[in-house]
């Protein structure tokens, strides 16, 4: 198991028991709510809007007290709906002035892909703890670089991969590491939409790539937690045709690919802008697990060897996320979601457009 798995693993295991020891203290004493942490969402766009703002209103460990927008009235209006003063209204140019407001603990960005690596740098630099959402960033010279501002900030850093609080996923990780069941040999997924008209997602400048960077992510994802946390150690690749070569100037419109672990397993991913498929599948010889729709916010489908599974999940993915990344910040422990998973996929990324560039297999260093 490579050095970050291990680090990962050992992080989940310590998680796992620091949660138990807090719920048991926390009963012997609930008379007292913990307490809450201040979230600043920079970029009011559909997630922020439909998802991270009604759940942080689910969460127990944090509250919305800011935003970062490029319209002021934009965020006189969040303002008045979720009840915070007018001067934690920031620009993106004055994401600096953060640093003298103590209303804030947390910044989450949420702005496009090429965007977060400069967000993340300027929320690090005011000293405030952050969570980026996917992908890390557009680059992996940009994951280098937002990782280091944070390490040198001493601040927390997490990547909003909100599948690790989801219960379907988090049984496939169950089963990887459960050494009965003896792991996945094989594993397959594809994660796709048709995208009516071009927005910034089909933008190199904007999305860092096509959908290899917005959904092929989720199966990066979810390989590597069928590989028991691994990263993978060679890659494969090769690029669909476009059906719309008009939208798709600058980015891939289908990418399929193959990642390769250390542990032979194996996994067959493909993703696009042109297509509908929501479902990955991982199987071992003692069984298998498919989850069909795989990625949504609720509504997942899932099956194992034993038949139909149906879990239940408290809250929402975003608000377990934002919640655990809260009690991280107050305990002082990275993120079971850390910045360098973050770094490790865009580096799988940029082996995949290599591999489908080249038609070669590239490796991957450990
Ligand atoms: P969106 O287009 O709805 O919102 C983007 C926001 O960024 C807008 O408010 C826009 O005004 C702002 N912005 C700031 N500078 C900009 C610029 N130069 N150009 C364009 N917009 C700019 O997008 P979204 O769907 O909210 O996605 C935002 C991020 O969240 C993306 O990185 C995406 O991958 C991620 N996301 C994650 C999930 C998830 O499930 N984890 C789901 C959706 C989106």
Not at 230 to 248: L, N, S, Y
Request: proline letters at 5%; hydrophobic letters at 40%.
């Amino acid at each position: 198991m490579p050095s970050l798995s291990r680090r990962m693993f050992i992080g989940q295991l310590s998680v796992a028991a620091a949660a138990l020891a807090l719920s048991r203290r926390s009963s012997a004493a609930d008379s007292t709510p913990p307490k809450k942490l201040g979230v600043v969402l920079v970029g009011l766009g559909s997630y922020a809007t439909h998802q991270l703002a009604p759940a942080l209103q689910e969460t127990k460990s944090c509250r919305l007290v800011g935003v970062v927008t490029g319209s002021k009235e934009k965020g006189l209006k969040w303002a008045q709906q979720y009840g915070f003063p007018e001067k934690n209204i920031y620009g993106y140019d004055t994401m600096a002035q953060m640093a003298d407001n103590p209303d804030i603990d947390i910044v989450y960005v949420v702005t496009p892909n090429a965007l977060h690596a400069e967000h993340v740098i300027a929320a690090a630099q005011a000293k405030k703890n952050v969570i980026s959402e996917k992908p890390f960033t557009a680059t992996v010279a940009q994951a280098e670089a937002a990782l280091a501002a944070c390490r040198a900030a001493g601040v927390k850093l997490s990547i909003g991969y909100r599948l690790h609080f989801d219960p379907y996923h988090r049984e496939l990780m169950r089963m990887a590491r459960d050494p009965e069941f003896g792991g996945f040999t094989k594993g397959k997924g594809n994660f796709s939409f048709t995208m009516g008209q071009k927005v910034w997602r089909a933008e190199k400048k904007l999305a860092g790539g096509g959908p290899i960077m917005d959904l092929g992510v989720y199966l990066i994802q979810g390989a590597c937690m069928a590989a028991g946390g691994m990263a993978p150690i060679a890659v494969t690749a090769k690029e669909g045709p476009k059906t719309r070569p008009d939208m798709f100037t600058d980015v891939e419109e289908t990418m399929n690919f193959r990642l390769e672990f250390a542990n032979g397993f194996a996994f067959d991913g493909g993703t696009s802008y042109q297509q509908n498929f929501n479902e990955i599948r991982a199987e071992g010889a003692k069984g298998f697990i498919q989850i069909k729709p795989a990625f949504g916010y609720k509504g997942m489908n899932c099956e194992t060897q034993n038949g139909p599974l149906k879990l239940t999940m408290p809250m929402s993915h975003q608000a377990l996320q934002m919640d655990d990344f809260a009690e991280c910040v107050k305990a002082g422990r990275e993120s079971r979601i850390p910045g360098e998973m973050g770094l490790r996929d865009m580096k799988v990324i940029e082996a995949i457009y290599a591999a489908a560039a080249s038609g070669k297999r590239v490796e991957l260093k450990a």
